[in-house]
Every structure is written in structure tokens, then in C-alpha cells.
């Protein structure tokens, strides 16, 4: 038996994904189709004669037998439309469409939905929508989408043509190849773009054919199942029904399910045993009792002692072989557990898929995990987290969770993106290093240059006191001096600005400055250059940070290091 594949919408947000469901949905419950047409729960299920309604002829233009069923689209709003649709070896669903803006472009939730899609290796189509916004566009949803692009004036079809080729490069800097679909040679290395207006379902029946093509083409084999088999699911949600209780939303994606079945479902804390009470599916506002239903199929089971249970578990029907299966069971959940280390961040996420989701990303990226939860964030998290020695560690990452504990020490970044979850943190680290740096930085002697002022000298000696411009760098108090031969020239005892000691000063202000252990006139003169007499250990370190440092302080280290290199040619090299 071939089942029919199961697909999901995806895309960034208000880019048309509810849209095309809604089209979607239409096609799913048009009445007087033949085919068993049911609304399920969380899911639309499209027979192939409504497939077939919806193309007209141009499902014929594939040149194939048609034998997949249908298709069956999971109503899964934003990224639970991968994050909690998880089976053994991959993600639940067979295929997707990935909604792309065509005004607008790929945007930060497009970017990770790519990310993502490639890390699952689901084969997926992009439906270039609200081609009706481009300026100029007239709608006609009676001609083929190519026909009506051909019919429009020739500055809408340069617009589109920029517009897709646009978007067409952003998905290639991101290891996408993508054409338009007519234009498609291979596609097994291209992904197909269909430009549509799910507002106005011009080119929804092309989309609907490629997507029927791919599915026919490349998925046959792996959509054969046995029928009458033990079923096997995956859990969406989890809630609460008036007069039902606590019910699983799932997926059947293998075999049958029935009620009174005996079934395995995966939780925190292992698989638990238990039996199904009853099987619904949505009718209007009410549920429907069901006594069975065959895969692919979304339904709603009423079961005792789930505690523990949360999106994107595994659920199997386990009438025999019970202990067999309970520790195969066991053997996938330990394998979909999050390996950690001793140390790293701390990462909470809303369902088990959105965890291996930001986790696969996160060490994509080389950032150390100490800690995968469920959940919101607890007082026991904080406190692993404030336990961290590297400051950088000391942080709470957390996917469509909450945070109802603070701790001053622990720094928390909470996104419903994972791809601005580790951009978020990427930039908070690159904060830290630069802070670490310009607090070492403020431990350094500076670079600096002073001109003694003509007619400046208050005092000769003991200390000698003079007055001195800053052509450039920072002067601090007990710098030490050097002369433009490279003698030493003692050190600046003390600073004094407008009658005030000072600790440090910055160029282009005039000072007074003591120097102990010289005598002006004779060892430092009026309009004598003096710079700072770095070591060659100050000199290499503040090489280092040179990115902090001001053009001009970067100038005078070139001239220390000159002055230096006269007696010592390797200095600071």
C-alpha cells in the first residue's frame, strides 16, 4: 500500500503560510469529491481527485502514472510545522513548501526554516507568493501562471524576473540552487520556485502539480507500508478536552491505529505503557468517534498515564512483543537525547524536535552544550548556569519557553527563532570579549606622544615640573619615558589639568606634568619630543588589541617600534 505523503508549510512570519493552508483547505473539504475526504485534526487530507480538480491538465504535462493517493498537509502554525514533527531516523513530514515573500525575500525565518529543512534532508519547494502585490500586476486566475506572466507588461515581467533572481541569490549564498520551475533541469540539484497569489490561487495549481511530481517521482518507494500494521506516530501536542480529558494530538505516518489498542508512548522519563481509550477527529466544533484509522492520517487519542509526554515523542502500538518494543523504544529516545559536555550553555526548549533543532544548530556553530532541557527555565538551571567558571557559559538559551526565575548572574536569551537565538548570543559574546579586551587594554600603558610647551617649564628639578601638549595616545600617570633616540626619560609622577590632578589625559589637551629624577634645561628641553616607553611585552600585547586602539595611537606605536628597532632590529617582532 502506498500512503499518501505528508506535508508541511513553512516559511517566515505574515509571508503567506496560513494563506496558502487556507487554499489548501479549501481544495481539502470541496464537497461531492469522491475519495473519503476527511478533516482531521491538525490536518487536511487532499485525495488525488481533488489534486487532479485543482490542475486541470496539467498533471498530465508530467508524463507519469499517478499513484500516491493524495497528499496530507499538517495545519502546524510557525516552527512546530518541523520542530515537533519528529520520527525515528528524521522529521515526520515527506515533504514541504517553503513560503517565501516574493516582495519582501528571505528573511530571518526563512533563513533557519533552509537551515533546518537541510539538517531533516526534506525535499521541499518554495512558493514564491503574493505575486499579486508586485506593482502592475494584473490578476487572472483563469490562464496558467507562465501564460499570465507572458501577458503581463514588460516592466511587471523585469520586476518579477529581478525579484525571483533576488531571492534565487540569497538561497544560493546559503548552499541553495534554485530555479524558477519551468525552468528546472534536474530536480534532484534544484529546487523549484513557483511564483503564486495564494490570495488570488494564480499558480496554486501549479504548485500543486510540482509538488504532486516530486512526491510521485522520488518518493514512491519510501511511501510503501503495510496496511494492517502495528501503527506507528508522532505526538504534536499535548492538551485538554472538555468531557475527553487529556488527549495526544499525533500523526500516523506508518500502519493502523484502533481503539482499545495497547500502545508505547515516549516521555522524560522513558517509554510508558497504556491503552487507547478512544480515537477523534474534529467535526465542526465537536469530536468524532473513530474505531480506526490507516496511515497518513492526523487523529486525537483519549489515554490514560501520559504524563511526561511532550511534542515530537514517538508513539507505537504494542499488542505483542511488548518488552521487545519498550526497549527499541527506549534505545530512540536515548538516541535522540542531546550529548553534552562538561562545560558550555545551558539550552531549554519548548518540544523535543525544537530542542534537536537549536542543538544541531548550536554545534553547527561549535558553541558547547553542558545542558538540553524541556521546559521553562527553573531555579536549578540558573544555578547550574551561575556555576559556570567562563563568563560566556554563564547564559540560558531557550526556544518558545519562558523564563520565571532570574538570577543577576546568569545572563538569558529567549527567541521563538532559533536563528536569532545564535545570532543574539554570537553578538552578547562578541560584547564580552570586547569588554574583557578594553578592560585589559585599560591595564596597559598606552601608546602616547607629548611635546614639552615653549616657555613651560615651572620648576627645573625635584621633581622638574613642565608643561606638555598631547599630540596623541593617552597619557597616564607613572607612564614611563622615552626620548625620540630612544634614551630613557623617567616617569610621569603626577598630572595636573586647570589647577586638578588627573590620573590620565587624551590628545589634543595641554597639561602640567612632574618628572622626578631629571633636570629641565639639561636632560628634557622646551619643544623636545617624548614618547612612551613601552616594554617589548606592552608593545606586543597592544598589537593584539589593535583593533581597539585609535588610528593615531596605531601611528605612534610605528614610530616607537622605529625608535626601538635601532638597537634591537627584532623588537617586537
Known amino acids: 500500500m502506498i500512503r499518501q505523503p505528508i506535508v508541511v508549510i513553512a516559511g517566515h512570519i505574515d509571508h503567506g503560510k496560513s494563506s496558502i493552508l487556507e487554499r489548501v483547505k479549501g481544495i481539502s473539504i470541496t464537497k461531492g469529491e469522491s475519495g473519503g475526504i476527511t478533516q482531521s485534526i491538525k490536518s487536511y487530507n487532499i485525495p488525488i481527485q481533488s489534486i487532479e480538480k485543482c490542475c486541470g491538465s496539467l498533471l498530465k504535462s508530467l508524463n507519469q502514472e499517478i499513484t500516491i493517493p493524495g497528499l496530507l498537509f499538517l495545519d502546524s502554525p510557525g516552527h512546530a510545522a518541523f520542530n515537533n514533527m519528529r520520527k525515528r531516523g528524521g522529521n515526520l513530514a515527506d515533504l ?22 537541510k539538517e531533516y534532508k526534506t525535499p521541499f519547494i ?20 507562465l501564460d499570465n506572466i507572458n501577458s503581463q507588461a514588460e516592466t511587471v515581467r523585469q520586476q518579477m524576473d529581478t525579484k525571483l533572481y533576488e531571492v534565487l541569490g540569497v538561497l544560493a549564498e546559503h548552499g541553495i540552487n534554485s530555479e524558477r520551475f519551468d525552468r528546472v533541469t534536474d530536480y534532484t540539484s534544484q529546487v523549484a520556485m513557483v511564483p503564486v497569489s495564494a490570495k488570488t490561487n494564480e499558480g496554486i495549481p501549479e504548485l500543486f502539480m510540482v509538488l504532486t511530481g516530486l512526491a510521485q517521482k522520488y518518493l514512491e518507494k519510501s511511501l510503501n507500508i503495510s496496511e494492517e500494521g502495528e501503527g ?18 499525533v500523526i500516523l505516518y ?14 522524560l522519563d522513558g517509554p510508558v505503557v497504556t491503552k487507547i481509550k478512544g480515537l477523534f477527529e474534529p467535526e465542526g466544533k465537536k469530536l468524532k468517534n473513530v474505531d480506526k484509522i490507516h496511515a497518513a492520517y492526523g487523529v486525537r487519542i483519549s489515554a490514560q498515564d501520559v504524563k511526561g509526554v511532550v511534542g515530537g515523542m514517538p508513539l507505537i502500538v504494542a499488542n505483542t512483543n511488548l518488552e521487545q518494543k519498550a526497549a527499541e523504544l527506549q534505545t530512540e529516545l536515548e538516541g535522540v537525547m542531546i550529548d553534552t559536555e562538561k562545560e558550555g550553555v545551558i539550552v531549554k526548549a519548548d518540544t523535543l524536535g525544537s530542542l534537536e533543532a537549536l542543538t544541531a544548530l548550536l554545534k553547527k556553530e561549535d558553541i558547547k552544550i553542558k545542558k538540553a532541557s524541556i521546559g521553562n527555565i527553573s531555579k536549578k538551571d540558573l544555578a547550574e548556569a551561575s556555576s559556570e567558571n567562563e563568563v560566556a557559559n554563564k547564559v540560558i538559551l531557550g526556544f518558545n519557553i519562558k523564563s520565571c526565575e532570574t538570577d543577576p548572574q546568569v545572563k538569558t536569551i529567549l527567541n521563538g527563532v532559533i536563528y536569532k537565538i545564535i545570532e543574539d ?5 562578541e560584547q564580552l570579549s570586547k569588554a574583557a579586551e578594553t578592560k585589559n587594554l585599560e591595564e596597559l600603558t598606552r601608546p602616547f606622544k607629548i611635546t614639552i610647551l615653549k616657555g613651560c617649564i615651572f620648576r627645573q628639578c625635584g621633581p622638574c615640573v613642565v608643561g606638555v601638549g598631547i599630540e ?10 622615552m626620548k625620540k633616540d630612544g634614551s630613557k626619560a623617567s616617569y610621569v609622577k603626577s598630572i595636573q589639568h586647570e589647577k586638578e590632578n588627573i590620573r590620565q589625559v587624551e590628545a589634543g589637551k595641554e597639561v602640567a606634568v612632574s618628572i622626578p629624577d631629571l633636570t629641565a634645561g639639561r636632560q628634557i628641553n622646551e619643544n623636545e619630543v617624548l614618547y612612551s616607553n613601552l616594554t617589548e611585552n606592552e608593545f606586543l600585547e597592544l598589537k593584539k588589541m589593535k583593533k581597539l586602539l ?3 595611537e596605531i601611528e605612534i606605536l610605528k614610530e616607537i617600534a622605529v625608535i626601538k628597532r635601532k638597537d634591537k632590529p627584532l623588537w617586537g617582532i
Open 126 to 145: 518554495i512558493a514564491l507568493n503574493k505575486i499579486d502585490l508586485v506593482h502592475g500586476w494584473r490578476s487572472n486566475d483563469k490562464k496558467n501562471i
Open 254 to 267: 506508518d500502519g493502523q491505529l484502533k481503539k482499545g489498542d495497547q500502545i508505547l508512548v515516549g516521555t
Open 96 to 117: 514541504a513548501i517553503l513560503t517565501i515573500d516574493i516582495n519582501e525575500g528571505v528573511k530571518d525565518q526563512t533563513i533557519e526554516c533552509i537551515q533546518i529543512l
Open 550 to 552: 585609535k588610528p593615531q
Open 232 to 249: 506507528k506516530a508522532t505526538v504534536l501536542e499535548i492538551q485538554e478536552d472538555v468531557g475527553v480529558g487529556t488527549t495526544l494530538d
Open 425 to 429: 548570543y554570537t553578538e552578547w559574546k
Open 472 to 481: 596623541g595616545g593617552i597619557l597616564k600617570t607613572n607612564s614611563k619615558l
